[in-house]
């Protein structure tokens, strides 16, 4: 068992109750995993240059036609990834799926750049990463949000808690704890991010199958073939 493994664990069964336990699978987990990865230290401690330092000390290096012929070959190598993009590699693994849907964001950010240049060639670049993220994004989410639905259900089985998704884009939870709603305005609460984030549009908490009067929450997410850096229309 590695450190990370270690540490989850710890932390799992020091949270007490049924919403530290949405806490853990569904936010901090992800989180805490990616910060670490993005700009953890080295081998003794020493924190490492974040990726944006990194690309400003390569980019003192460069002449200005350099930086763009270097940007293109990027869109070019990112066109062909996109294309290739049917979601068959996922896994039902939170930080995975996580990952996947933050690539549409960073896509959506070299689009963004890749337009508003004065570069014509760099333009039509843009035009065709646009495109093919926008497809790519069309096959994938609806399997991202299968596989995170995969992900949870048996976790969440052994603390009573029953996940269904329906339409693709429904997540629907079944607890007991439901007969208390300042329990379902904690988990709408803790699950919006990730919620958002994979683009589901409604989220139902009942406290027993079969209950028609549950608490709903329609969720203003962007449909699947929206390309844009936010995961949110309000923010």
Not at 30 to 55: F, M, P
Not at 105 to 125: F, G, Q, R, Y
Not at 167 to 196: G, H, P, Q, W
Not at 204 to 233: M, P, S
Request: hydrophobic letters at 35%.
């Amino acid at each position: 068992m590695n450190n990370e493994t270690q540490q989850k664990k710890s932390f799992w069964n020091k949270l007490p109750g049924w919403g530290k336990g949405i806490i853990i699978l569904f936010g901090i987990a992800i989180t805490g995993n990616l910060l670490t990865r993005i700009s953890g230290g080295d081998k003794n401690g020493k924190d490492s240059l974040t990726s944006k330092e990194i690309v400003k000390e390569e980019a003192k290096k460069e002449s200005p036609a350099d930086t763009l012929l270097r940007f293109k070959k990027n869109i070019n190598e990112n066109i062909i990834s996109m294309k290739k993009e049917k979601g068959d590699s996922l896994k039902p693994n939170l930080f995975n799926l996580q990952i996947q849907s933050s690539i549409f964001l960073v896509m959506a950010s070299t689009i963004k750049t890749a337009k508003s240049s004065s570069d014509i060639e760099c333009k039509k670049l843009g035009n065709e990463l646009e495109t093919a993220t926008r497809n790519a994004q069309i096959r994938t989410f609806p399997k991202i949000r299968e596989k995170y639905v995969e992900t949870i259900k048996g976790k969440l089985w052994e603390k009573n808690i029953y996940v269904d998704l329906y339409n693709n884009n429904v997540l629907i939870i079944t607890s007991t704890a439901f007969a208390n709603n300042a329990n379902i305005a904690k988990a709408e609460k803790d699950l919006r991010e990730i919620l958002y984030t994979f683009r589901f549009k409604q989220l139902h908490c009942r406290w027993y199958k079969g209950q028609e009067d549950n608490t709903f929450y329609n969720l203003t997410t962007f449909a699947d073939n929206v390309v844009t850096e936010k995961i949110d229309k309000e923010l």
